[in-house]
């Protein structure tokens, strides 16, 4: 939970003067009383919405035209009314907000955002947003955490194998792209068509590409688990995505924009932040030992020549299931380039051979290599890495639990929006 609330704590931090006024009971002043939407319970105003789009115009870069006002307003009342369901589940829930966790989280914020707390109530008061405003939403918040947590307690259990298991995929990619991705996602769900969702979802990209941040968007309009966080979904591989969302990924350079992308559950806007080669859990601190059979090619050779190499030296390795086997092969080849290469960091082979060398177990040869002066097949012949330590493996856990209770909010949202009674005022 602690994780979940210092991720939370540092979204409000970064864009804090995205917090606008909630949804809340019929208040005294005449304008405020004109009612957008009934909650259950609750009542969401027309000062609520202009609040919070007034914000979200003021600090996105998004030009606060009528024609912006208008096409955002919609998506402004859903977030809102989700924040009704977030506070009415945290009730129903008996769930209680001590004085130190409120204190505590506002600290983080001023932390985050280089303010003392007089500084930062002056810079909402600037916004015409009170301090009170950003209480509340903090309050929204951490309540809605507290819910979750306290309902993943029977649901959701990380066993010691589903580590195992996760560290065994993190390793078999090792040497393969990984991705440091974010996302905006607007579901069908979330009481629009999907024609509309695909409209929202067009509109968001055209804003990016006019200025308006990633992450500002996606926390005002995502419905996925990273919205919090500006959308950040962490560093995946291929495979753990949609099968569309990871076709996507190949074709995004970094700081470039996706567009929307449909899937079965909804409309994916994917930022590619950057990439890099995987190195497992044990990254460049493992130490191997290493042979090579070189193949020559003169100087200057033909891509037809090269070709040909490549193919004898595939040819030629197919037999080796062991070093010694290896090695007897490579002696045969006659160059004296081939032979063993002793006992290596990792870390110290060039990129392009660490990239081959990770996901190689013991005795296995790697694809033919082309180098400088000829092709090249290598194979380790003895890998010494620690195991993954206690640290690692808790940190291996607290992500899968986190992966668990995020889809888990994302599921009890849905639901609420689904049994809610919403009347949405024109």
Known sequence: ???????????????????????????????????????????????????????????????????????????????????????????????????????????????????????????????????????????????????????????????????????????????????????????????????????????????????????????????????????????????????QLDAALDQLAPGQVSIPIRTQMGYHILAMIDRRISEGVAGGNAKVELTQAHFPLSQGASPEEVAAQVETARTAMKGATDCASFNNIAKNIGSPLSGSLGEVELRQLPPELRRVVLPLRVGEASPPIRGADGVVVVMVCRRDEEAPSADVRDKIEAKLREERISALAQRTLRDLRRTAYVDIRN
């Not at 998506?75 to 369901?85: G, T």
């Not at 209480?135 to 029977?154: C, F, H, L, P, Y």
């Not at 509309?196 to 419905?223: H, K, M, T, W, Y």
Request: glycine fraction near 4%.
């Open 1 to 243: 939970m602690r994780l979940a609330l210092i991720r939370l704590f540092s979204a409000l931090a970064v864009l804090v003067a995205l917090t606008a006024t909630p949804a809340q009971t019929v208040r005294a002043a005449p304008e405020d009383q004109k009612i957008a939407a009934v909650v259950n319970d609750d009542v969401i105003s027309v000062h609520d919405i202009d609040t919070r789009l007034a914000l979200i115009l003021a600090t996105t870069n998004v030009e606060p035209t009528p024609e912006a006002r208008q096409r955002l307003t919609p998506q402004v009342l859903r977030s809102l009314i989700d924040d009704a369901l977030k506070r009415q589940e945290a009730r129903r829930l008996n769930v209680v907000l001590s004085r130190a966790e409120l204190d505590d989280a506002l600290d983080r914020i001023g932390q985050q955002a280089k303010m003392t707390p007089e500084e930062l109530a002056q810079y909402l008061a600037r916004r015409g947003v009170a301090m009170s405003t950003l209480i509340e939403q903090v309050e929204t918040e951490i309540g809605w955490i507290k819910a979750i947590n306290r309902a993943s307690r029977d649901q959701i259990r990380v066993s010691e194998e589903q580590v195992d298991e996760e560290l065994a995929r993190i390793n078999e990619n090792a040497g393969n792209p990984e991705f440091r991705v974010a996302e905006i996602f607007l579901p069908f769900d979330a009481g629009m068509d999907e024609a509309r969702v695909a409209e929202l979802a067009q509109r968001i990209v055209q804003e990016i590409a006019s200025g308006a941040r990633f992450p500002d968007l996606a926390r005002n309009f995502s419905q996925g688990a990273s919205a919090a966080v500006g959308g950040d979904l962490g560093w995946v591989r291929k495979g753990q995505l949609p099968e």
